[in-house]
């Protein structure tokens, strides 16, 4: 259907008017006013409005789980080729390592004294909550070991990586960006946390990120916001926030991050990364904190596509502690890319929804791949927006129960995620449950357009990184900001599909562009595959702030 170009209105809160009106959204009279008036700003008496034939399924058929085949989760990375800059490569550091000219001690100490530089001034990158100098000296020290000895654990062994404080690490306690969780030390490993361990990886620390992921800029009033290396007067994007700096910082080749909403691809467009959301369940939610369950993902993000494809192979795959994990087909790495017989889908009125710095970037490297561009007609974006956005927050308050409605007094959530929940709450069982016979009815379109398409195209952001501003770091509401973060980044969560943001240039300020390409499930082979042939066309740039680690 046509898609119209809408933006959502509403007046932006930060400082004392954030925290007065946080407050009065609770309070018995105006509350239920106040909140009334937010949720029809955002739009959701059209999605109440919206007419769904029959009972639509919540859950699209073909993520039904096809039949297993070998995967390629044990392959080495290839060699990154990129054009301009090129930040360390995991193959960077095996060579380093091989050569004798560093070694995980070395690196180890290079990023504790990074963290500290680079946290210092008025203009401090946050991008960790947390990093343990005795845990990261002693896996170092270990590391080393297996290397002289000629015992590597696999191709990661030493290679520093980094992980959203969203799933548990041991020792760090998960914070989940918040000041009240994560009193004590994770017990064991995440799934994903695990499998890198076992690979060698140098495990550097605890990544920051928007509070519970419900904000999309990374501005955090416990830890601090995070910055972009690119421009520290700017945010990240979240809600991986220091996922995506470290890695664009260059603390390590590829760090861990979360999505449930964009959470991945967002940072990394606005950092100049790549990031990948693969098919739902391809990636193992076992001990991620339970934020939204239905449209949860975790992934890597990093500088290189062959990076991320191999992180990617390695943390993919069944595991028994999460059953949605289990049954999918083999994973599979990409080969060498032949684009030209790859149809890409394009709804020209969606995609030109951005900055004109965005859409040129954008249409510039579509074009420069060679792939054969269609013109595709997609469900209701607005629409998916709105099921999206019922879906979301409805699992995220639901998740907060726990420490909502236990008689021990509210958590101390940062302002904007107090309001973010007191609207949340408004919501009621029936905008959730038509919020998933939406996402049934509006899947079914999108499967028509993978009749036609390969991968659907957009920006990933409308726009390139926002000035953080001096009364937002409290806290910031800003919904017409939420809205041009996250335009085009609702379908692939709420359908399940696999998606990757790759760097497709600058603007007129030095600040990085996304293209987003989304594909069918577990298609992440062709989707990685694209990003790698994207890699030389776009002349990549030095972040003006960085961690030299390998000397």
Known sequence: MAYTPRSVRAPRLAGLSLRAFSTLVDMPGIGPLLRAQMLEQVGIPKLRAAAVAGTSPSRPSWLDHGASSPDDAHAHPGRA???????????????????????????????????????????????????????????????????????????????PIAVKDELDQAPYPTTVGTSFLGKSPAGADATVVARLRAAGALLVGKTNMHELGIGVTGINPHHGAARNPYDLGRATGGSSSGSAAAAAAGFCPVAIGADGGGSIRIPSALCGMVGLKATFGRVSEHGAAPLCWSVAHVGPIGAHAVDVAAIYALIAGADPHDAGSLGHPGVRLPGAADLSGLRVGVLDSWFEHAEPAVVEACRVLLDNLGATLVRVDLPDPDLVRLAHLVVIVGEMAAAQLPHTSNGGGAPTYGPDTALNFAIARSLSASDYAHALRVRGHLAEGWRHVFDQVDVVATPTTACTAPPIRPDALGGESDIELLDRIMRFAHAPNLFGFPAVSIPAGYDAAGMPIGLQLIGRPWSEDTLLGMAASAAPLVERRRPKVFAELLG
């Open 81 to 159: 080729t990129t054009a301009g800059y090129a930040h360390p490569s995991i193959d960077d550091y095996t060579e380093a390592y091989r050569k004798g000219t560093a070694d995980p001690v070395s690196v180890a100490k290079a990023v504790l004294a990074a963290r500290a530089r680079l946290d210092a001034g008025d203009q401090p990158l946050r991008a960790f909550i947390a990093m343990d100098e005795g845990d990261l000296i002693a896996q170092a020290e270990a590391s080393a070991a297996r290397l002289r000895a000629g015992t590597p654990r696999s191709w990661l062994e030493g290679v």
